[in-house]
């Protein structure tokens, strides 16, 4: 099909596309790489009656290093994520992630403040920002906030964004040398939505003992979920097989999933604890600043 | 509600003004406005990669973009890979190897292994195979366009 006739402003700054989600608030989307966007207005299963393209902000399209964090412009194309030597660098496990979303013909146009704000649990940003503990700011009329994930995604396509705030700019910790990390999912083909997607960073000390474990799920839940128990198992530990087959059990326990057309509930939450543990093997196979 | 843009688009080099409505796909004022129906449509939701072209010299899904999207910038489409009526090395290597039945997805496999081996003069098969599956072709099982890609790519890097 074809999307209903709106009305389209293409402003050039923030403070302009804020002046309009102002101005129309609920009837307003903003339109940025558009592709979850326009797949739900071409089947009409949106018809928002104003679309505001950000594609024009330039200053949204960045990335750079600042302290020990990245900061990454809402606007900037997935495809630039993957190929960012910086990002590369200073944290790999963005890179991986990233590598899993869509085709590179969607990743050339999708966008990683898109991705966020689309808030789809199966997605593969939204899980890696919660495994980062990446911050998210977002700036309204009244000025800016800055969320966490947790504050962030709420449940099923919905974030705690006002309908007058834009998402501008995500915050991400530039990880310590040595830290283990990996990005493992089960899709049914490559580019589809993850039925289960996990992202695990493992900060480790001397002597090969895991400082403090995290590992975030996608595709389980409502939003990407952080498996708290299972990381509460592997911190302070040198890391075992059977350590790993325990945090595995662990995370599936915190999974809520409910059965869709891709899989059972049962299926997901079996598949959550093999992932989560393929996810701890790979990620003690692969050191950040190593090979 | 149905206000019309006027808007300018380079297309295979050739500068392009026409008015649009808003909600106007880039694939349809392609094929419909500028009449270049070597594009084809196919899902319409970004899954089949029958719509790819490349835009801004990258290769994007027409069927999820507004043709008023594309003011100031360059596409290119299926229409602008020969040149002076030569066919480019990966159409020959499409036809010398059968990479195509009922040619639907053709277009989209072509701009997609176009973008691909510019920057990727020495492929691998699993490369290739990982590019194409971002296009769906339900006639030749994919083998003879892989055979199709990395028989053009051969070809590039001896010129």
Known sequence: MKPSAFEYFAPHTVKEAVELLEKYEDEAKILAGGQSLVPIMNFRLGRPEVLIDINNIKDLDYIKEEEDHLLIGALTRERDLELSPLVKEKCPILVEAVSFVGHVAIRNRG?????????????????????????????????????????????????????????????????????????????????????????????????????????????????????????????GQKITDALIEKAGEEAAEATETEPDYHASAEYRKEMARVFVQKGLHEALSRVKGGK | MTERRRIVVKVNGMPYEREVEARRLLVDFLRDDLELIGTHV??????????????????????????????????????????????????????????????????????????????????????????????????????????????????????
């Open chain 1, 111 to 235: 966008t990683i403040g898109g991705s966020l704000v689309h808030a789809d649990p199966s997605s593969e940003l939204p899980t890696v920002i919660c495994c980062l503990e990446g911050e998210m700011r977002v700036v309204g009329p009244s000025g800016e906030r800055t969320l966490e994930p947790e504050e962030f995604f709420l449940t099923y396509l919905t974030t705690s964004l006002e309908p007058s705030e834009i998402l501008v700019e995500i915050k991400i910790p530039t990880l310590p040398q040595n830290t283990r990390w990996s990005f493992v999912e089960l899709s049914r083909r490559v580019g589809d939505f993850a039925v289960v997607g996990v992202a695990t960073l493992l900060f480790m000390e001397e002597g090969g003992v895991c400082k403090e474990a995290r590992i975030a799920l996608g595709g389980v839940a409502s939003t990407p979920i952080r498996a708290e128990e299972a990381e509460e198992v592997l911190a």
């Open chain 2, 42 to 159: 196919g899902c319409e939701h970004g899954i089949c990669g029958a719509c790819t072209i490349l835009f801004n010299g990258r290769a994007a899904r027409s069927c999820l973009m507004f043709a008023v999207q594309a003011d100031g910038a360059e596409v290119m489409t299926i229409e602008g890979l020969a040149e002076d009526g030569k066919l480019h090395p990966i159409q020959e290597a499409f036809q010398e190897h059968h990479g195509l039945q009922c040619g639907f997805c053709t277009p989209g496999m072509l701009m997609t292994s176009y973008e691909f081996l510019n920057e990727n003069s020495d492929p691998s098969e699993e490369e290739v195979r990982k590019t194409i599956s971002g296009v769906l072709c339900r006639c030749t099982g994919y083998k003879q366009v892989i055979d199709s890609v990395m028989a053009a790519a051969a070809e590039m890097k001896g010129k």
